[in-house]
């Protein structure tokens, strides 16, 4: 994480969600159209479960992988080099919450999240723009 942080503006970080179907053409179009040489994929789990058993972990480690997995390999397939490729990741169970975390402890200057077709995303949206903007204005005054 320190190397990505390091990076500062050369990493483009790209939301995504467990549904590769749904992210993917966010990641597409970040990837076609930012000329990003360096890619952050930021997934903010959410788990369904209050207490899994060990068991469950174990099952949903397993899907977070694959799914993951295939972020990666979009992000290959579209010409960016394996080793430009980050994953950072979070769990909490609320998305937006989660995505603040993530932007702050990653110091994020470049964040692509797709447009949502659900309702209550959209909204944590532009909570998060509205959130993003007040930091901005305080950091430089």
């Not at 390091?6 to 597409?28: C, F, P, Q, Y």
Request: net charge negative; glycine share 4%.
């Amino acid at each position: 994480m320190a190397e990505l942080m390091a990076m500062g503006n050369d990493v483009v970080h790209i939301a995504v969600k467990n549904d590769v179907k749904e992210s993917r053409s966010t990641l597409v179009w970040a990837l076609r159209n930012l000329g990003a040489n360096k890619v952050c994929i930021l997934h903010v789990y959410e788990p369904k479960f209050a207490s899994p058993t060990a068991r469950k972990f174990e099952e949903l480690d397993a899907i977070m992988y694959e799914t993951l997995h295939d972020y990666f390999d979009i992000c290959q397939q579209e010409g960016v080099n394996e080793d430009d490729i980050y994953i950072s990741c979070i769990e909490m169970n609320d998305v937006k919450q989660g995505i603040l975390e993530l932007i702050h402890y990653s110091k994020i200057k470049k964040l692509v999240m797709g447009a949502a077709s659900d309702h209550h995303y959209s909204e944590y949206a532009l909570e998060i723009c509205y959130i993003l903007k007040s930091l901005s204005s305080l950091l430089l005054t």
